[in-house]
């Protein structure tokens, strides 16, 4: 097999375009982090003005109103269950204990007597511990009029005593407020998030409904594309999809269809050699020896053609099945068709054409081919140039590139009178476009000038792996 040495051409760099793409976990952490700092705001402003405002001093009021009367009568259960009068001091210290963190201090007076104290620890009640208590009664009565203590006549056992009791509702009314300013907290917080995931959350049900209209059949169902995050990426894939199924469908029908029309080519196409079979053997009958080697040879001729024919169909059913090959490789363009060029080359003029290669060269960039393939391409380029091409003019290989393809085209001069043209079904160059297609390639033929055939095969760039 010869070499040829084409020309090279400068590597061609196609400028690539950078997407930019908003990640989903970004936009989320975003939308947590404003809601988190407007909501902080927003709290500590109301924070603001429940302290300068008379907000903050209008509810511990009124909180301290309720729970008096409910300290209160707490209290009037507890001495009418344990039967207490106003002196059983241990007892009245039993029930302070037990609200200490709600009752600031507890006096019980009778009359400008007092009882209790509840600053005053007495393990034992006696008369030493009451006048103590007692010169404590003038002092005690001053404090709980100049801090407005709240009072109740209560009844004990024997008598009814006033109770004097300061709560102690700051750390409460703190507590209220930092519940308020938290539960306003998380209001505005999940609002906020709410409202920024609206947007995706109505995206994602709008695919859902529209994965939904795709699951009853509707192949002509398109994905809205909005934003630019992974969930728009979702629906392009979805669109992709969509269109590889859609594709599939259209090639099925086309390969029905194909097949169809191929069927019907082929039976006009077997029946005019046979026909002429069939004459030709009549002929024979009443020829003599002489004659018989001249019709002896036509019928040689036609049941070539019908081995012709008959091997394109089987190339047909074969690269249109399931059996295609597992060769594909991805390869410089010059290593992928160089040899493949050559030995056609060295095969039409063997032939006796002249071929013209002064306008082919290769490009610095890779294909994605398949041997078995491709050789099959080139026998049946060889077969249709041998068949129909005229031999008294050139045969031009050229070659073209645009940044996406690199194209190889053949072009010769059309044989004269051949009756072949008639009645070919081109089933030749249909193998060659589907073969092709399986290299992600394309077939185009030039057959509209009375004197030139031109034959294109493209091939699309591809990275190297």
Not at 333 to 351: A, K, M, Q, R
Request: with cysteine.
């Amino acid at each position: 097999m010869s070499n040829i040495n084409f020309q090279k051409k400068k590597k061609y760099v196609p400028n690539k375009l950078l997407n930019r793409k908003t990640s989903l976990k970004k936009q989320m952490v975003s939308i947590l982090a404003l809601g988190m700092i407007i909501s902080s705001l927003f709290s500590s402003i109301c924070a603001l003005i429940f302290i300068e405002t008379d907000i903050y001093y209008i509810i511990p009021k009124k909180l301290e109103g309720v729970c008096f009367e409910y300290i209160c009568n707490d209290l009037e259960n507890y001495i009418k269950d344990n039967n207490i009068s106003s002196t059983d001091y241990l007892k009245i210290r039993e029930w302070n204990d037990s609200h200490e963190f709600t009752v600031d201090f507890l006096y019980i007076f009778e009359g400008e007597k007092m009882l209790y104290n509840s600053y005053v620890y007495i393990e034992k009640v006696g008369d030493e511990e009451l006048r103590y208590l007692e010169n404590l009664s003038k002092s005690s009565k001053d404090l709980v009029y100049e801090y407005e203590v709240k009072n109740k006549n209560i009844k004990f056992k024997y008598s009814k005593a006033d109770v004097y009791i300061a709560l102690n509702i700051a750390s409460y009314t703190q507590i209220f407020f930092a519940l308020v300013i938290i539960m306003m907290w998380i209001i505005v917080f999940v609002l906020f998030f709410i409202h920024g995931v609206k947007k995706e959350i109505s995206y994602i049900n709008l695919l859902s409904s529209q994965v939904d209209n795709m699951d009853i059949g509707n192949l002509d169902t398109k994905f809205s594309i909005k934003g630019n995050n992974e969930i728009t990426n979702l629906a392009n894939t979805l669109n992709t999809l969509i269109n590889n199924l859609q594709k599939k469908e259209e090639k099925e029908l086309e390969m029905i269809q194909a097949q169809k029309r191929l069927v019907t080519g082929m039976a006009h196409d077997l029946r005019t050699p046979m026909t002429a079979l069939l004459n030709y053997a009549e002929i024979l009958k009443r020829c003599d020896d002489e004659e018989k080697y001249i019709y002896i040879e036509k019928i040689k001729s036609k049941t070539m053609e019908l081995k012709s024919l008959s091997d394109q169909m089987f190339e047909y059913f074969y690269v249109s099945g399931e059996n295609l090959p597992n060769d594909f490789k991805i390869d410089a363009i010059e290593f992928s068709l160089g040899d493949y060029l050559s030995e056609l080359f060295v095969l039409l003029e063997n032939e006796g054409f002249h071929v013209l290669i002064e306008d082919l060269s290769w490009e610095d960039r890779c294909i994605e081919i398949s041997p078995i393939l491709l050789g099959r391409v080139m026998n049946n380029i060889f077969s249709n140039v041998v068949k129909y091409a005229s031999k008294k003019s050139p045969i031009y290989f050229y070659s073209d590139y645009d940044g996406k393809s690199y194209s190889i085209s053949i072009k010769n001069s059309k044989l004269k009178n051949n009756t072949s043209n008639d009645y070919s079904t081109k089933i030749g160059v249909n193998n060659i476009s589907m073969m092709m297609g399986y290299m992600n390639g394309k077939c185009k033929v030039n057959n509209d000038s009375e004197e030139y055939y031109v034959i294109t095969l493209s091939f699309k760039i591809v990275e190297q792996q």
